[in-house]
């Protein structure tokens, strides 16, 4: 089968299209045929090396989540499954290929009205919007930024937030094109990459963040943060910050701040399933919106990650074998 993996670390170039032989599902597993393949930040991650200190190496398949047909179940996976239309988290490697095996706990039936493109940019971005949210304590009233906020988990903090009742929602993005669809989100102002503009009516700081990026400038947005407010990081697409950051906690001392790191592995399986169900509800309703940037092949997937790398993403890329 066709698939990609990291030959080198670093820039997309170290990407590369092989051939290897299909999987089999092991005991609880299922074999799936894709018809979308999401591209997330955590792929870029991977690529570039910043986690190879966890074990990831040269010749890692990258992608974590697919959707498509269910073709064969491994030993103890009941059988009614093959042929189904699916959601799959695979892990954080296997997706960018032509078939994928994903345990029968993470995968999750597609309703009808939703196609596997926007199933890829809801599936993963979605539950951890939601999760984030609830981690940061967020009550209606409360003013939040989302920081990073035109990929795919922003996007639908954006609407969650909103709909959530938030007094604000403020968003970090690039351009003003792009600040006009956020806004169309839900979003009620527009900051740059920096934390400036929004207009003069923009709050000046915040109760909630939830930062996709990280890197050199989340300090400032530490500095931002009211009263008791709290702070969750739920990626670092703009690479780790100073190492220092948290003297801008203890230098705050008397306001209370939080600041928490948030992962969907520490969130049980069954809960991230009953949200990810009542999302994809909701998205084939059009309750909930998706926003797929891209449809690419499979073998242009070093591509995906030059547009990823140069922040012309909004929303999220998919890959089709």
């Given at each position: ?41 955590v ?83 979605g ?9 940061a ?27 959530a009742?938030?007094?604000?929602v ?76 948290g ?70 890329i998919?890959?089709?074998?």
């Amino acid at each position: 089968m066709k698939a990609v993996v990291i030959r080198t670390f670093g820039d997309p170039d170290g990407l590369e299209v092989v051939d290897l032989p299909a999987p089999a599902p092991a005991p609880g597993q299922v074999l799936i045929t894709p018809e979308a393949i999401g591209v997330g930040g955590v792929d870029a991650v991977i690529r570039r090396g910043t986690l190879a200190t966890h074990g990831f190496k040269e010749g890692h398949l990258l992608g974590s989540e697919v959707a498509g047909n269910i073709t064969a179940v491994g030993a103890g996976v009941d059988e009614t499954w093959i042929g189904r239309r699916v959601w799959a988290f695979t892990g954080l490697s296997g997706g960018y290929a032509e078939q994928a095996v994903a345990a029968v706990e993470d995968v999750l039936a597609l309703p009808d009205g939703l196609t596997g493109a926007e199933a890829v940019a809801l599936g993963s971005s979605g539950v951890v919007a939601h999760f984030a949210l609830e981690r940061a304590r967020f009550t209606p009233g409360e003013t939040v930024l989302v920081r990073g906020a035109a990929g795919s988990i922003g996007i639908t903090a954006v609407q969650l937030a909103a709909r959530a009742g938030a007094g604000a929602v403020v968003v970090t993005t690039s351009s003003e094109q792009r600040g006009a669809r956020l806004r169309d989100l839900g979003a009620t102002h527009v900051l740059d990459r920096s934390g400036d503009g929004g207009g003069p009516d923009a709050p000046s700081g915040f109760d909630v963040v939830i930062d996709v990026v990280g890197g050199p400038q989340l300090p400032l947005v530490l500095d931002r943060l009211n009263s008791n407010g709290r702070f969750v990081a739920v990626g670092v697409v703009g690479g780790h910050p100073p190492a220092d950051f948290g003297m801008r906690l203890m230098e705050a001392f008397r306001k209370s701040l939080s600041f928490a790191t948030f992962s969907l592995d520490t969130v049980p399986v069954p809960d991230r399933q009953a949200v990810r169900s009542a999302q994809f509800a909701q998205a084939a309703r059009g309750d909930l919106r998706t926003v797929v940037h891209q449809v690419l092949p499979l073998d242009q997937a070093a591509t995906a990650h030059r547009e990823m790398d140069a922040g012309r993403v909004f929303g999220r890329i998919v890959l089709v074998p």
